[in-house]
């Protein structure tokens, strides 16, 4: 589980393919935890399993041909910055909201309105729609945020970004036509299943 606050955000150093699919390294900076194989962390939103640290302090994940094919994760290469986010534990200040790692799939950029209040909008899987509320929770690339807005018709949502999460998440990398890794609040997917198969008249 995880909180959608992002601690650092690292760098795609390589990106080597195996025959399990690819394995990736990534540079995470500053971020000077003590991590051990096998720990889940979140990049771009997508839960990962680190397979070791290096000594040189990269950390190395083997991800699969499914996650590749179904997030952003597949178009990372050398030099993406990418959000990381260690997994939760009964201390963590959950700050955010309940996130899994579970990616539910991609929004591409519409537009981005940086006047005023920056503001950016997505289109989305139309199958998605129903998990989203105004005012209700989203994960962009792991971040969690607040939906601004939400058009059912057009299959599209908005949030507002401050400040601080520009300056701290790689959310100002985002352009029209950029995809982003997309999970939608674990509640309203709870309510929506059970709503949807098991309500009676």
Same mark, same amino acid.
């Given at each position: 589980?995880?909180?959608? $606050?992002?601690?650092?955000?690292?760098?795609?150093?390589?990106?080597?393919?195996?025959?399990?699919?690819?394995?990736?390294?990534?540079?995470?900076?500053?971020?000077?935890?003590?991590?051990?194989?096998?720990?889940?962390?979140?990049?771009? @939103?997508?839960?990962?399993?680190?397979?070791?640290?290096?000594?040189?302090?990269? $950390? +190395?994940?083997?991800?699969?041909?499914e996650t590749?094919?179904?997030?952003?994760?597949?178009?990372?290469?050398?030099?993406?910055?990418?959000?990381?986010?260690?997994?939760?534990?009964?201390?963590?200040?959950?700050?955010?909201?309940?996130?899994?790692?579970?990616?539910?799939g991609i929004?591409?950029?519409?537009?981005?309105?940086?006047?005023?209040?920056?503001?950016?909008?997505?289109?989305?899987?139309?199958?998605?729609?129903?998990?989203?509320?105004?005012? @209700?929770?989203?994960?962009?690339?792991?971040?969690?945020?607040? +939906?601004?807005?939400?058009?059912?018709?057009?299959?599209?949502?908005?949030?507002?970004?401050?400040?601080?999460?520009?300056?701290?998440?790689? $959310?100002?990398?985002?352009?029209?036509?950029?995809?982003?890794?997309?999970?939608?609040?674990?509640?309203?997917?709870?309510?929506?299943?059970?709503?949807?198969?098991?309500?009676?008249?």
């Amino acid at each position: 589980m995880f909180t959608g $606050l992002i601690q650092t955000v690292g760098i795609i150093r390589e990106r080597l393919e195996t025959d399990a699919g690819v394995r990736l390294v990534v540079d995470p900076g500053p971020w000077d935890e003590r991590f051990s194989a096998g720990e889940s962390i979140a990049v771009d @939103g997508c839960c990962l399993t680190l397979v070791e640290r290096e000594k040189a302090g990269e $950390l +190395l994940f083997d991800v699969i041909p499914e996650t590749l094919s179904l997030t952003t994760i597949g178009d990372l290469h050398p030099g993406h910055r990418v959000n990381l986010e260690r997994s939760a534990t009964p201390t963590t200040l959950l700050g955010g909201h309940i996130v899994q790692g579970h990616v539910d799939g991609i929004a591409e950029v519409e537009s981005i309105k940086t006047e005023g209040e920056y503001r950016i909008r997505f289109h989305l899987l139309e199958s998605l729609m129903p998990y989203l509320t105004p005012k @209700g929770s989203i994960a962009v690339s792991g971040v969690s945020l607040t +939906l601004a807005a939400v058009d059912v018709e057009q299959s599209a949502f908005e949030v507002a970004l401050i400040p601080t999460t520009l300056d701290e998440t790689n $959310l100002a990398d985002l352009k029209p036509g950029s995809c982003t890794n997309i999970e939608c609040d674990a509640m309203a997917k709870t309510v929506v299943h059970y709503v949807k198969n098991f309500s009676r008249d």
